[in-house]
């Protein structure tokens, strides 16, 4: 409800934006380092530290890149960090058994930023896409994706994570059931107090291409992922899947993509008012770098502006590849 303004000139609006301190005194909405979570890849495959094409100026990092990132990111004051693996081809089978070996490369990551950086939380990715031969986030047989067979795998995967030292679990694959099979397997094997940030509302988005080429599953990729992420043609649906989330255990909830899905961070802010995030995901990445490289838009400012829209939508938070340029630039 808008209350009734006073007329013109009673009221002139314009009074409260004539400086920098009337402005900074009214302002709703604030950035900080400490809204930012930063997603980083990893792989122990040739290839590290390559810019990624469709990514400028992200590259995969290898073991000791990770340790070094998390540490830049304590330095920088950035939270928390989320980690995605580009997997050996060779070790990607139909079964994902690579994805819950507790001595996989992701899990010796988590074990060594931990060892060096604990004070940083690091978000993991419980998905069995960077494992799966055929690059789906579910098993697959005879060209369906069985939702309660891989829900069993996100879990074994899930508590390898634990075990590492992981802070926060990212259920990334929208299969039915995944966040309760995980809450109750994880407190069963003491992982008390382990968080999830469910990617509640996921969409099956076109804006994810360059993140596919990041972890090398583009090619591996049949078909598309419509039976699982959401129709971006549906809102309803969003809070129906958050609401049942956060009732199976979930911490907190993802809205993913970013920009083009702000509509349904405020409603799910509104909703429920849980700890809600966004990922501005690699095509939006791509699509301000693209025009910020090509000197169409200046770069700095709509990065800014950018992440300050998810605050505004209600998010208490934002995935982003800008993290840690947003942190020097936040930082002065
Ligand atoms: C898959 C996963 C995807 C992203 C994060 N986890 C892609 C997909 O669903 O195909 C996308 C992130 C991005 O585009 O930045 N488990």
Redesign the pocket.
């Known amino acids: 409800m808008i209350p009734i303004q006073p007329p013109f000139p009673v009221s002139r609006p314009r009074r409260m934006r004539g400086s920098a301190a009337l402005r900074d005194l009214a302002q709703e909405h604030r950035l900080s380092v400490k809204d930012l979570i930063w ?1 980083i890849f990893i792989t122990d495959v040739p290839g590290a530290d390559v810019e990624i094409a469709s990514m400028p100026g992200v590259v995969r990092r290898t073991l000791d890149g990770a340790v070094r990132a998390a540490e830049e990111a304590a330095e920088l004051g950035i939270p928390a960090i989320c980690l ?1 693996p580009f997997t050996d081809p060779a070790l990607k089978t139909d079964l994902c058994e690579e994805a819950w070996n507790p001595d996989n490369f992701y899990n010796r990551v988590i074990r060594a930023i931990k060892a060096r950086v604990p004070e940083v939380a690091i978000m993991t ?1 419980v ?1 069995l ?2 494992y799966n031969a055929n690059g789906h ?1 579910g098993l697959v047989r005879d060209g369906i994706i069985l939702n309660d067979e891989t829900v069993e795998a996100l879990v074994k995967m899930s508590l390898a994570q634990a075990e590492a030292g992981a802070d926060i679990l990212g259920p ?2 929208m299969m039915d059931g995944r966040i309760g099979a995980i809450r109750s397997a994880t407190e069963a094997a003491g992982f008390k107090d382990i968080t999830i940030m469910s ?1 509640a509302a ?1 969409y099956a ?1 076109a ?6 080429d990041a ?1 090398g ?1 583009s090619g591996a ?1 049949k078909g598309d ?1 419509k039976t699982y ?1 959401m129709n971006p043609g549906n809102s309803d649906e969003a809070i129906r899947l958050v609401a049942r989330d956060l009732a199976e255990g979930a911490d907190m909830v993802m809205v ?2 970013g920009m083009p899905y702000l509509d349904i961070c405020r409603r799910v802010k509104d909703a429920f008012g849980a700890p809600t995030f966004a ?1 501005q ?3 939006e ?1 791509a699509m301000l770098m693209a025009a910020a490289n090509n000197g169409w838009v200046k770069g700095e400012a709509v990065m800014l502006e950018s992440l300050m829209a998810f605050r505004r939508a209600g998010c208490d938070g934002v995935l982003t ?1 800008f993290a840690p340029e947003t942190a020097r630039v936040l930082r002065g």
Do not use: I, N
């Not at 804006?207 to 596919?212: E, Q």
């Open positions: 997603p995605f990715d998905a896409d960077p986030d990334s694959d990617y996921k988005s804006f994810y291409g360059p993140f596919r972890v599953a990729l992922k992420q993913k993509p990922y995901v690699s095509g990445y590849y």
